[in-house]
């Protein structure tokens, strides 16, 4: 009897080879699904903040990617790859996860570049859990230039306790905005009325000016420092302005001349002009006399109001002293910020003279003016015509007219006659 071969051996070796082939083909056919599933995976917005850097800066880079795809993908893990810089927070996407179809991942890397000037290429690295990777490289831009400040407007010299005014001008060189443009005034011996002004946000290439009111108390030096801000990260720049304090100031400056001193009994008057030989207006402007003198009516102060630069006025103030030579003549007056300023000068009372039939006649004093003003009378017509000897011109013209009535009448011919017929001619 013939027996049959048993036909289990080849089943078995029929499905050992399936099981081989499908261990062998299955981690391929994975791996290429993976790989097909993460190719929809991509960049799609990287934002650099600040958008330059200044040196030692620090910011951030925000990488967005998006699974345009079908199935989620398995992420590992993201990072910056760069030599240029120090990422800070290296190992906060070391586990990521999956991201789902449709969806959105956004990682943000905050980095301080060591590096000089110049444009850089970091790249970012998102590393698959089963299809490789993703590179992007992110530009870097490092520039360094800082605001540029410059003097618009400043006085030559400051006026002890006057305010002056000083107009600076900030502008932008960089090629990103700046945030929070500050100007803080400083120094030994400076009072501004602004403790800072808050200047703002300066785009590329933008100017923007600020006005302080300075006073300054002697010789020092002006600071302006001027903050401002790329991204997080606060800058400074200084600019320092020499100060001297002198006369060449812009304030007001009052001028006494012409004065005339009249005595009629015990009452002294004192006239003349005051002129505002300053730069700015004085307000309020009141004449006066001080101690040892006593003003006394009728015109114990004298109020001339307002004088504009170069402009002048004349006064005339009454009173009265007993046993002094001189008597000291205040003026008084405002500057537009209401600040009051006296000013004082010693009017001599040795040549004061008496009144002439009643008419009030002196004795200038002080210093010689553009503004000389002279007596009235017939002839005052003005400075430049009192300059002419008229007294002389008349006596000429009468003299003139004496020797032509004379010659019609015949007067000159009768003497001329007497003189030819004198004996011994």
């Not at 991201?99 to 991942?105: A, H, L, Q, R, Y």
């Amino acid at each position: 009897m013939i027996r049959k071969k048993s036909k289990f051996p080849v089943m078995m070796a029929y499905w050992i080879m399936i099981i081989t082939l499908a261990c062998i083909a299955g981690p391929a056919i994975a791996e290429t699904a993976a790989e097909n599933a993460a190719s929809y995976v991509s960049v799609t917005n990287v934002t650099v903040e600040p958008e330059s850097f200044m040196h030692d800066d620090t910011g951030t880079i925000t990488v967005k990617i998006v699974n345009s795809g079908t199935v989620p993908v398995a992420i590992y893990r993201a990072e910056i790859l760069s030599q240029d810089m120090t990422v800070l927070n290296y190992q906060t996407y070391d586990s990521v996860g999956a991201i789902g179809p449709k969806n959105s991942m956004q990682f943000t890397f905050q980095v301080t570049p060591k590096v000089s000037d110049g444009m850089y290429f970091p790249m970012f690295y998102l590393d698959y859990t089963d299809a490789g990777s993703l590179r992007y490289p992110v530009s870097l831009d490092v520039d360094s230039t800082p605001l540029t400040v410059s003097i618009v407007n400043a006085p030559a010299s400051f006026s002890a306790g006057n305010r002056e005014q000083v107009i600076l001008s900030v502008s932008n060189p960089r090629e990103n905005t700046v945030h929070s443009v500050t100007v803080t005034p400083g120094g030994d011996g400076i009072h501004s009325t602004q403790s800072s002004i808050f200047i703002g946000t300066l785009t590329p290439d933008a100017e923007k000016r600020a006005t302080f009111e300075i006073t300054a108390e002697k010789d020092t030096e002006l600071t302006f420092d001027i903050s401002y801000r790329n991204g997080d990260n606060q800058h400074h720049i200084t600019l320092a302005i020499p100060v001297m304090v002198g006369e060449g100031g812009t304030a007001a400056e009052m001028v006494v001349n012409n004065v005339e001193v009249i005595q009629s009994g015990s009452t002294i008057t004192l006239s003349g002009d005051v002129t505002n030989a300053g730069l700015r207006d004085a307000k309020s402007v009141k004449v006066t006399v001080g101690d040892p003198a006593k003003p006394v009516d009728p015109n114990p102060v004298y109020v001339i109001g307002a004088l504009e630069p170069d402009d002048f006025s004349s006064f005339e103030v009454t009173c009265t002293v007993q046993g002094a030579t001189s008597v000291p003549l205040i003026i008084q007056y405002r500057d537009t910020d209401g600040k009051v300023f006296e000013e004082r000068v010693a009017i001599s009372l040795r040549n004061s003279a008496m009144p002439a039939s009643g008419a009030g006649s002196g004795v200038p004093q002080g210093m010689p003016s553009g503004n000389t003003r002279r007596p009235g009378g017939m002839f005052g017509f003005g400075n430049g015509i009192n300059q002419i000897p008229v007294t002389e011109i008349i006596l000429v013209i009468v003299a003139c007219i004496a020797v032509a009535v004379a010659w019609r009448k015949g007067y000159l011919a009768k003497a001329a006659e007497k003189i030819r017929n004198r004996p011994g001619r």
